[in-house]
Structure formats: C-alpha cells, structure tokens
T-cell receptor
Framework: DTEVTQTPKHLVMGMTNKKSLKCEQH?????MYWYKQKAKKPPELMFV???????INESVPSRFSPECPNSSLLNLHLHALQPEDSALYLC?????????????????FGNGTRLTVT | GENVEQHPSTLSVQEGDSAVIKCTYS??????FPWYKQELGKGPQLIID?????GEKKDQRIAVTLNKTAKHFSLHITETQPEDSAVYFC??????????????FGAGTRLAVHP
C-alpha cells in the first residue's frame, strides 16, 4: 500500500460542479505535488508546494485551485471543468523539493483519483 | 530542450527471460534518474533510482545502469515473473526554463510477461 493516500478514488462531475480532491501523507515530507495523467501517457506536473507554500504552477488553468492546509494535507479544488480535464490526478510527496539538481529525493505517488467530467 | 526518450514502447517476454528498457536524456547536467512501475489502477511506484556518481545499482532482480557520457540509462529485469507486467517509466531530473528542478518522464514501456 502507498503511504500517500488520495480520496476519492473515483469522481464523476458535471461541468458546472465544484468538487475537491484530497491527499494526505504522514512521512514528514515537506514537498507535495499534483500531477495529471492521461491514458497511456506519463504524469504531467501541475503544482508543487514546498514547506506549505506554492512554489511551482506549471501554467495550469485557474479552474484548478490547489491548497495546502498543513504539511500533511494537499487539496485540489475543481470548478467549471471541461470534458478534456478527465484524467487520473496523482498526488506525490518528497522529502523536500530540490533547489539544486543534485538535491533530488525520491518522489512517492498516491494511487490517484480517476476524474470523469461529463 | 528538456527531453527523455524511452524505448521500446511495448515489450513482451516469456516468464524467466530478461527485459531491458532504455532511456536517453538531453540535459548533461541531469544527475538523478528514477524508474517507476505503474500497475493497472495504481499510481507510479518507485522501484529503483540512480545518481550520476554511480554507474550501476542493483536490487535483487532489478538493476539500472547509467552512461553519463552517452546520456543514457537502462533498466534490467532478470528472471521476469507475470507480476512484473506493468508500465515502466524512466525519468531524469532537469533544470527547466522556469529556473527550477523538474522530473522529466519518458513516454513509458508496457511490459507483458507471459507464463
């Protein structure tokens, strides 16, 4: 079992709905990430939180809104999504987010939320 | 630009055979190279990683080799078992145009191990 827990496992929402994805880790990691994965593709980085502050936004549309309430929790708020936003949304964590290339620590993924936008 | 190429895209082997997956990367400054295994309905799980100060690393049936001069690294699975069937992703850490570090993933290899 993964040490990064994501809820819900599956979510179906209409284009006018507001929903939230949740992620929790208890490994004491200080960096948390949201990735989006389309079928048969690798994960694509969306956001990085480092020490509970948003440090990277990979030009993600504002209909996706991340939130880090504390060092163990990460949320992704969804509003006015489009059908093309349907994907597997993965949360991940690492010891910290590396400043230098040689500082990398392993990334641990959750099992994702399978999102379908109708 | 930031790029990791992964080959083959699909690989089919008989149980007990070896499997090799190869990746090349574009940034000579990259120095962290993880491999992830993703089973159906699950998230990617780290199976092994290597840093540029090491040429090879082994963990039971899994090994990774790194050639920094040629900018390529490979995953070797020996004595394959049906439970090794999954999609495998290589990745390389790179400094991207935004000035921060990012894991760049390969496109993935779907490995099927037949009993």
């Amino acid at each position: 079992d993964t040490e990064v827990t994501q809820t819900p496992k599956h979510l179906v929402m209409g284009m006018t709905n507001k929903k939230s994805l949740k992620c929790e880790q208890h490994m004491g990691h200080r960096a948390m990430y949201w990735y989006k994965q389309k079928a048969k593709k690798p994960p694509e980085l969306m956001f990085v939180y480092s020490y509970e502050k948003l440090s990277i936004n990979e030009s993600v549309p504002s209909r996706f809104s991340p939130e880090c309430p504390n060092s163990s929790l990460l949320n992704l708020h969804l509003h006015a999504l489009q059908p093309e936003d349907s994907a597997l949304y993965l949360c991940a964590s690492s010891q910290d987010h590396p400043v230098e290339v040689f500082d990398n620590s392993p990334l641990h993924f959750g099992n994702g939320t399978r999102l379908t936008v109708t | 630009g930031e790029n990791v190429e992964q080959h083959p895209s699909t690989l089919s082997v008989q149980e007990g055979d070896s499997a090799v997956i190869k990746c090349t990367y574009s940034d000579s400054a990259s120095n962290y190279f993880p491999w992830y295994k993703q089973e159906l309905g699950k998230g990617p799980q780290l199976i092994i990683d290597i840093r540029s100060n090491v040429g090879e690393k082994k963990d039971q049936r899994i090994a990774v080799t790194l050639n920094k001069t040629a900018k390529h690294f490979s995953l070797h699975i020996t004595e394959t078992q049906p439970e090794d069937s999954a999609v495998y992703f290589c990745a390389a850490s790179m400094r991207v145009s935004g000035g921060y570090n990012k894991l760049i993933f390969g496109a993935g290899t779907r490995l099927a191990v037949h009993p």
